[in-house]
């Protein structure tokens, strides 16, 4: 289902930004027992994006019950919304925009979530690699065709999620979900400021990491440092978090990380 500006539609305007220059941000949300997971983190995301790429959105608390009526017609799924900058004349200025879109829809939950978290996954090492952009990194933004071509990558093998690579080689995310490694008792994931998603799960693992007595370190690291780590783990909104058991030769058994965050993530509490 689909609601565009509150009405039940699937039609958008040939000229809205979101089609004509990927103008516009977005946030997935996992909805659970009818009501949106970590739905005040969502909203400050997306208010983060729009602050950040000057887009004029004020009608936070209208969102905010347009988001719960979609989730109130699914007891499980996802919620997605999408915030573009609306229609406006011609050319890359952003004069006459002055009505955001909001577009929101709902949608069943991957099935195989489920058999990922039981299994763990395997990785591959993605050729394609990120832009690094200071003025983008970290907000989920519209425009995602890097993440396409990973994904096209990633269907001609046999693994379930890629290590993608910023454009200087360091490690950043995967296709679609944040990565943390293992070291005893220390915790490391990529530095997002310069490109990649700062995504909701993984602030909402660094908290309970760091909760849990883990000294979690943010830093610019190769795939290589992974030949160290005693255990990986990787977390989006929806899955939430799942075991990593294989890269190329090396492979994962232990479960200390995940066993602390999956009841954490399954069932996730607004700070």
């Known amino acids: 289902m689909f609601l565009i500006n509150g009405r ?16 516009g941000c977005f946030t997935t949300a996992r909805i659970t027992a009818s009501r949106v ?12 994006a729009c602050e950040r790429l000057f887009i004029d959105f004020s009608d936070w608390a209208l969102l905010e019950d347009e988001m719960c009526r979609l ?51 395997t990785l591959s090492l993605s050729p394609i690699r990120l832009g690094r952009n200071p003025a983008l990194a970290g907000i989920k933004h519209l425009n995602r065709l ?8 990633l269907e001609q093998t046999q693994c379930d999620e890629a ?26 994931t990529p530095r997002l400021d310069q490109a990649g998603v700062d995504g909701i799960m993984r602030r909402y ?19 290589q440092a992974l030949k160290t780590a005693d255990e990986v783990v990787i977390c989006n909104a929806l ?8 890269w190329e030769a090396l492979n994962w058994s ?7 965050l999956a009841p954490l993530c399954e069932h996730p509490q607004s700070s």
């Open 205 to 223: 693992c660094l908290e309970k990491l760091a909760c849990a007595g883990y000294r979690v370190v943010e830093l610019n690291a190769p795939p």
């Open 37 to 48: 997971d970590l739905l005040p983190e969502h909203l400050h995301r997306l208010q983060r």
């Open 146 to 153: 890097e993440q396409v071509l990973i994904r096209r990558y």
């Open 71 to 121: 989730a109130a017609m699914q007891k499980d799924g996802v919620l997605k919304v999408i915030l573009s900058r609306g229609t406006g004349g011609r050319g890359y200025a952003v004069s006459g925009c002055d009505s955001p879109t909001r577009l929101l829809r709902g949608s069943a939950l991957p099935a195989h979530y489920t058999r990922w978290r039981e299994e763990g996954v």
């Open 254 to 260: 232990s479960r200390e990380m995940y066993h602390l």
């Open 8 to 23: 039940e539609q699937d039609c958008l305007n040939a000229s809205d930004r979101a089609i004509q220059f990927g103008d």
């Open 163 to 188: 290590l993608v690579l910023d454009s200087e080689g360091w490690l950043t995310e995967c296709c679609a979900a944040n990565i943390f490694w293992r070291e005893g008792r220390r915790v490391f």
């Open 239 to 246: 899955m939430p978090v799942v075991p990593v058991r294989a």
